[in-house]
Nanobody
């Protein structure tokens, strides 16, 4: 059983930056590829970014490409999401998730395969 705890959310002005962290415990972190998803008010949860077990492969939603960067530190069992040039449309609850399956674009962009989820951290971007 893997536990995931997100942190780093908050209130920021448009154009600002935040770095989210997701700390994992209770499992072998390097066995999972990791994803970030977000859920805006009144909308379904949506894919943001994913990173493979060794950190070599990444994938991003078109809406965040060039602004967000996902990374991981397997020694610290932590995955990060660096968010730059934030926009009000980025306001959402951000969740990290872990998946034991193979890393492919068609798989990591769907929330269905992910085995474990964190509780989420709120990000609010003011205009």
């Amino acid at each position: 059983q893997v536990q995931l705890v997100e942190s780093g959310g908050g209130l920021v002005q448009a154009g600002g930056s935040l770095r989210l962290s997701c700390a994992a415990s209770g499992g072998t972190f390097s066995s999972y590829h990791m994803g970030w998803f977000r859920q805006a008010p009144g909308k379904e949860r949506a894919f943001v970014a994913a990173i493979s077990r060794g950190g070599v492969n990444t994938d991003y939603a078109d809406s965040v490409k060039g602004r967000f960067t996902i990374s991981r530190d397997n020694a610290k069992s932590t995955v990060y999401l660096q968010m730059n040039s934030l926009e009000p449309e980025d306001t959402a609850i951000y969740y990290c998730a872990a998946d034991r399956g193979p890393f492919s674009s068609s798989r990591v962009t769907s929330e269905t395969p992910y085995d474990y989820w964190g509780q989420g951290t709120q990000v609010t971007v003011s205009s």
